[in-house]
């Protein structure tokens, strides 16, 4: 596709917004400059590939930065440019979908149940903007139609992640027809014979059914125009090869047991038309009992619609007959992209929750978790309103590790080992030195620097979020310094105030400056101990908030009562 076939799209897409033609035009010639001179393993030109994924993403009837976003998914990760120059160019939100996608790319399936889990947890997270995924789907579409070019030991592992995790999660989005042509790659790829059997046995069939279905269109087209309803179209649905794999197997592999091999498929106007055009054909043939389904009053649970029937038709051979209006249709086909087709105005924001009631999908996420996670883990969940305030980060190998937001590189040492947390003297995320206080972000790589002798200091209290890490940290405290270090009471109001006491050094003074604190009722916030020199005195600084400008002075005063303390100051931080 060149340049102007892909704004031509965008033009009718876009109801001719220059604003989308225009931010096309710069995303595509930005990612074929990007890519200038690389190939694919089938020897194309790169650029084709992000071509391929933004064609995709137009068949999903996406908004414009979600398809520019296709075009530029590949740029951060295997182009001298970065994300920040996306940011530059394109601003904030296609920085935000690339970035995603980015990270999407970072882990990988082997194989085992346990990281299939995490996978998925991985892309729960992430739909915090579903678009993320739908780039994501598009890209490993094409990556699936082009993945004979690829050395045969990765492509079993590729078709399996793809059967694993994308094919479920296009399927539990509600999206028909990407989720088959995904399965259906894939299949090829894992069960070679078992493939090649399907195609053997079925192409005849096909062409057979589908040579039949011609002869009795006319005979219902001429029967619905009597009762007054105009179908918009008409037209054969050939199963897919593996859901009818799957189906064979419980059929003892015997193609005239499946009814559905070839459907009809009616395409109406109104829900009225539905069920008219239902009777009609139950007028005309006789159904097969038990074989009517109402899946427009009882949608299928990822959102599906439409009325099926089976019916003896004509020559006596059974046929399925399914019947829907167009939206249901694209709703089939292109699930929750299609919720922003028919419900979205505006353009979707960043991080834009949709609405629960309007949009299934998110209660099936929902459902996803409760079968992916046992149920305690699941209760877990909802209290913290469904990975709201989670985020999840990798380990160097691609191991997503679930932490509370906010979350620390101190913490996910703490989550790896209790070993690791102690030890823990830098960490990196993505390849970068940060340090210990910084605060993750979803999809991070995380790699933690350890020293031998390093121990937990108290101002790590100060930053860590999750409760290991924090008793952890208590802990060893205690145990070196034998004082109990309570955690920080937020929003204590009051004063605020540092106090530094000037000591000689003995064994047990932290401990008996703590315990006159707690007589005292009052709050350590943090205390720390330093000694310039060898023989210089200790400098014990307390934080801690105290309600009444009296108190302080008091409790400075009986501070200054224990033994060795030789001198107290203080200093009110701040009064709220
Ligand atoms: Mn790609």
Same mark, same amino acid.
């Given at each position: ?6 704004? *031509? ?23 074929? +400059? ?36 296709? %075009? ?21 939100? =296609? ?17 085992? @149940? ?22 994501? %789907? ?12 690829? *050395? ?18 296009? !399927? ?53 125009? /009597? ?6 179209? =008409? ?30 498929? #009616? ?13 009609? #054909? !139950? ?38 007959? @399914? #019947?829907?209006?167009?939206?249901? !249709? ?10 922003? %087709? ?10 834009? *929750? ?9 209660? @099936? ?62 960490? +990196?995320?993505?390849? *970068?030195?940060?340090? %210990? ?52 009471? /937020? @929003?204590?109001?009051?004063? !605020? ?33 330093? /000694? ?6 200790? =400098? ?17 005063? /009986? ?18």
């Amino acid at each position: 596709m060149m340049l102007n076939d892909l704004l *031509k799209k965008i033009d009718q897409l876009s109801g001719g917004d220059p604003q989308a033609i225009d931010l096309i035009r710069r995303a595509y010639e930005f990612a074929q +400059k990007a890519h200038e001179g690389q190939k694919r393993s089938s020897g194309e030109p790169y650029f084709n590939h992000c071509m391929a994924t933004a064609q995709t993403l137009i068949d999903m009837k996406l908004d414009p930065k979600t398809i520019a976003a296709g %075009l530029l998914h590949d740029v951060a990760e295997d182009t001298k440019y970065t994300i920040l120059d996306i940011k530059k160019v394109f601003g904030d939100e =296609i920085m935000f979908l690339v970035e995603g996608v980015t990270k999407l790319g970072k882990i990988k399936y082997h194989g085992d @149940q346990q990281r299939a889990e995490n996978l998925r947890k991985m892309f729960l997270a992430m739909a915090e903007d579903t678009r993320v995924i739908l780039v994501k %789907l598009a890209d490993r579409l094409h990556n699936m139609q082009t993945l004979k070019y690829v *050395k045969p030991e990765k492509q079993k592992r590729i078709a399996m992640e793809t059967m694993e995790i994308y094919a479920p999660l296009a !399927h539990r989005l509600g999206m028909g027809e990407i989720k088959g042509q995904l399965e259906d790659l894939s299949f090829q790829y894992l069960y070679p014979e078992e493939y090649k059997w399907v195609i053997d046995h079925v192409s005849e069939k096909y062409q057979e059914r589908e040579r039949y279905i011609e002869k009795i269109k006319p005979v219902i087209q001429e029967e619905l125009t /009597k009762e007054n309803i105009k179908p918009i179209n =008409i037209d054969a649905r050939a199963k897919r090869y593996y859901s009818l794999y799957k189906k064979l197997g419980k059929y003892d592999m015997n193609l005239d047991k499946i009814h559905d091999l070839v459907a009809v498929r #009616i395409a109406v106007n109104t829900i009225e038309e539905c069920y008219g055009a239902l009777g009609v #054909i !139950h007028k005309l043939w006789r159904p097969l009992p038990g074989k009517i389904k109402d899946y427009i009053a009882l949608p299928k649970p990822n959102g599906y619609q439409s009325l099926h029937t089976t019916v003896f038709c004509i020559d006596g051979k059974i046929t399925e007959f @399914q #019947i829907r209006t167009l939206q249901m !249709h694209d709703e089939a086909e292109l699930g929750i992209a299609a919720h922003w %087709l028919y419900t979205e105005k505006g353009k979707p924001k960043i991080g834009t *929750k949709l609405d629960n009631k309007k949009f299934a999908w998110v209660s @099936q996420l929902r459902d996803w978790q409760k079968e992916i996670s046992g149920s305690q883990e699941f209760l877990e969940s909802l209290k913290i309103d469904f990975f709201k305030d989670r985020i999840f980060v990798l380990t160097p190998k691609g191991d997503a590790i679930d932490l509370p937001e906010g979350a620390t590189p101190v913490d996910f040492a703490y989550h790896i080992h209790s070993e690791v947390g102690d030890r823990c003297s830098g960490a +990196k995320t993505n390849g *970068k030195m940060v340090p %210990l206080s910084h605060t993750l972000q979803n999809g991070d790589v995380v790699e933690i620097i350890t020293q031998k002798k390093h121990t937990p200091t108290r101002s790590w209290l100060e930053f860590v979020k999750t409760s290991i890490a924090k008793n952890r940290i208590r802990h060893l405290l205690k145990k070196e310094y034998g004082i109990e270090i309570l955690p920080v009471k /937020k @929003q204590s109001s009051g004063y !605020h105030v540092e106090i530094k006491l000037t000591c000689s050094d003995r064994l047990g003074l932290l401990k008996d400056v703590s315990e006159e604190m707690q007589k005292s009722k009052i709050n350590i916030e943090s205390i720390n101990s330093a /000694k310039e020199r060898k023989n210089s005195p200790v =400098i014990i600084t307390i934080t801690t908030t105290i309600k009444i400008r009296t108190g302080v002075e008091k409790l400075v005063s /009986k501070l200054k009562e224990v033994k060795n303390v030789d001198g107290a100051t203080y200093k009110i931080m701040s009064r709220d």
